[in-house]
Structure formats: C-alpha cells, structure tokens
C-alpha cells in the first residue's frame, strides 16, 4: 500500500500554477498580389502593420504586397482571388 502523499501533487481549484509563456511565433510572410485588380482587405495582428489592402488599379494586376499567410489569404489564394508574387531578383551594381 502506497503511502499517503507519495505520487504527484496536483494543484486544487483556485491554486496560482506557474506557466512559462511560449516564444513567440514568427508568422511567415509572403508577396501577393491582386491577378484581377480587385481588392482584398483584412485586418490581423499577424500582418505587417496589422492590415493589409491588395487592389489594383482599373481591373489591372496589383503590385506585390507583404501578407501573413493567415486563414483567409490562404483561402483567397485557393480561390484564385490572390496570387503568390515572386520577389524582385537584386538589381546588379
């Protein structure tokens, strides 16, 4: 028979626990842009400013933009309404 105290000690209700918080996660970043100029427009902590706006102007292709890849860009980019935008290659000197 185990003793009385012996095992883990499991906090009751109401006792303060001791929680390290996580590091932070870095959201991924990409370029998108508008394919049909119509605009996208989301507000989220993850992106850049914490708003984004992708439009183009007159129904032409917008120009790259930084985005999180949060749900809805996800969606949009599935949806077509987004497309990924490469980055520009570096200019030689």
């Known amino acids: 028979m185990a003793k009385?105290?012996?095992?883990?000690?499991?906090?009751?209700?109401?006792a303060a626990v001791s929680v390290t918080p996580a590091a932070p996660v870095e959201p991924e970043l990409i370029l998108v842009r508008s394919p049909d100029g119509k605009p996208f427009w989301e507000r989220h902590v993850d992106h850049p400013?914490?708003?984004?706006?992708?439009?183009?102007?007159?129904?032409?292709?917008?120009?790259?933009?930084q985005v999180a890849l949060t749900d809805a860009v996800k969606r949009a980019?599935?949806?077509?309404?987004?497309?990924?935008?490469?980055?520009?290659?570096?200019?030689?000197a």
Do not use: D
């Not at 706006?53 to 007159?58: E, I, R, Y």
């Open 77 to 92: 980019l599935r949806e077509g309404r987004l497309e990924r935008a490469e980055p520009a290659p570096p200019r030689e």
């Open 4 to 14: 009385k105290g012996s095992g883990p000690r499991i906090p009751g209700p109401g």
């Open 49 to 65: 400013g914490h708003e984004v706006w992708v439009a183009g102007n007159n129904g032409q292709v917008s120009r790259p933009v």
